[in-house]
């Protein structure tokens, strides 16, 4: 008798996970209200230790992120001659990264990563491109590691901006471009400074970080993975231009096409960062078969 109520109870249960489990597929994902520190996501005004250390970090980037050392850095980067290794070595090098320019989360960076792409395949099975980008586009944040680039964070995280024009006041913490060389010379401070009207996004340059440095490796190495891709790694902390809609002046068609894109990608981006973690030894083989269909090479030069 006890046996079959039991049973009764766990048939009960298993009908309401079936129906919850069910129902957020039908949903998708949700986005949170609160981050994992209780707070507003991108709430870069709140008071809190962390965010100290946020603000910190942006007064050093907007002071030291030129034109002159943008243009240096990528010169020197995108030669891609430091490392031979592949996209999982590089993901293993990730789990000792923290990334101090991010008020909503202080998890190991290969977390993040993983949180992303899962989120993006429940809600778009078919995109397997996407699940890739969502795998990658953080990947060069080793420019951190000790072994690797051992950069300091200010040239590595935080939101990118294009440097050679006026900043835009939408920029996060944009009082602290006062202290920046070029606030001052009027051949970047004005609206269109040296770009002009249209001239696309490519040739517009961003400060130096980590999503210009891993759109330079994808590209060097010849991914297949298609423009709208490149286009999410290279401008995904460019939120001045996706969510705050400043410097569209400079976007061409392709651009403005892409963006589609980066709006769908940056909700998965920014909401899934969480305290959940993803079981990694499930989920590798599946992103290890789109590494090898999107690069043609298991090493990849960095
Ligand atoms: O990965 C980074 C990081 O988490 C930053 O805090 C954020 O400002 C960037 O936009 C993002 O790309
Ligand atoms: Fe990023
Ligand atoms: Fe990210």
């Not at 990658?136 to 200010?154: N, R």
């Not at 891993?214 to 939120?239: C, D, E, Q």
Request: glycine residues 4%.
């Amino acid at each position: 008798m006890t046996i079959l109520v039991d049973h009764a109870d766990l048939l009960g249960i298993e009908a309401e996970l079936k129906k919850a489990s069910k129902n957020e597929k039908e949903v998708g994902f949700v986005v949170p209200q609160r981050n994992s520190f209780g707070h507003a996501f991108r709430d870069y005004d709140a008071e809190s230790e962390r965010q100290k250390g946020v603000m910190n970090f942006y007064r050093k980037n907007h002071s030291y992120q030129t034109y002159d050392f943008v243009k240096r850095l990528r010169e020197e980067y995108g030669k891609v001659n430091r490392v031979e290794m592949s996209i999982w070595e590089c993901c293993e090098l990730l789990n000792d990264v923290v990334d101090e320019s991010d008020p909503d989360l202080d998890e190991p960076q290969l977390e993040h990563l993983l949180q992303t792409a899962e989120a993006i395949r429940r809600d778009y099975p078919n995109e397997d491109w996407l699940h890739l980008t969502g795998f990658i586009h953080d990947l060069g944040k080793v420019l951190l590691h000790p072994s690797f680039g051992g950069l300091p964070q200010w040239a590595v995280v935080g939101d990118t901006f294009p440097v050679g024009c006026r900043f835009d006041s939408s920029v996060v913490h944009h009082e602290y471009f006062k202290e920046n060389p070029d606030y001052n010379n009027c051949i970047y401070n004005s609206k269109y400074g040296i770009y002009s009207e249209k001239c696309g996004l490519n040739n517009v340059m961003m400060s130096w970080g980590h999503d210009d440095y891993m759109y330079l490796v994808a590209k060097k190495n010849n991914t297949t993975l298609p423009s709208a891709a490149l286009f999410i790694i290279r401008y995904h902390s460019f939120y001045a231009l996706h969510t705050a809609g400043a410097y569209k002046h400079f976007m061409n068609d392709e651009d403005v096409e892409n963006l589609k894109w980066l709006h769908i990608f940056n909700k998965y981006d920014l909401y899934s960062k969480s305290k959940v973690r993803v079981d990694v030894e499930k989920v590798k083989p599946y992103y290890l078969s789109l590494i090898e269909k999107y690069f043609p090479t298991a090493k990849l030069k960095w």
